[in-house]
């Protein structure tokens, strides 16, 4: 499966951005979609992940109650929804995908066959 993410920018803090990862080559199903950050000089850290089948979600500490993910059938679309922006969430942002992840290796990078090209937020202050 191709990803492709899109949506980042440059936004001021307390802000908003919507980041989208679309599939190419094969739909969502049965997949695990996750987004993960990297900012400059740090590690790729986990954001947040959906199950496709289920729509179980999970969510960075870091990110709980700003961000929330979710899925467009039609559209074979992941959607990344940021609320409440901080200089902190400033990185790269990429999508992933696995079709045979299990829950404890959900927010685990590595763990992710298929990932996307990054889109690049930067939140001002």
């Known amino acids: 499966v191709q990803l492709q993410a899109s949506g980042g920018g440059l936004v001021q803090a307390g802000g908003s951005l919507k980041l989208s990862c679309a599939a190419s080559g094969r739909t969502f199903r049965n997949y695990v979609v996750g987004w993960f950050r990297q900012a400059p000089g740090k590690e790729r850290e986990f954001v947040a992940a959906?199950?496709?089948?289920?729509?179980?979600?999970y969510f960075a500490d870091s990110v709980k109650g700003r961000f929330t993910i979710s899925r467009d059938d039609a559209k074979n679309t992941v959607y990344l929804q940021m609320n409440g922006l901080k200089p902190e969430d400033t990185a790269v942002y990429y999508c992933a995908a696995d079709q045979h992840l299990i829950v404890s290796s959900t927010m685990i990078a590595d763990q992710y066959d298929y990932w996307g090209q990054g889109t690049k937020v930067t939140v001002s202050s």
């Open positions: 959906i199950r496709w089948n289920s729509r179980a979600t």
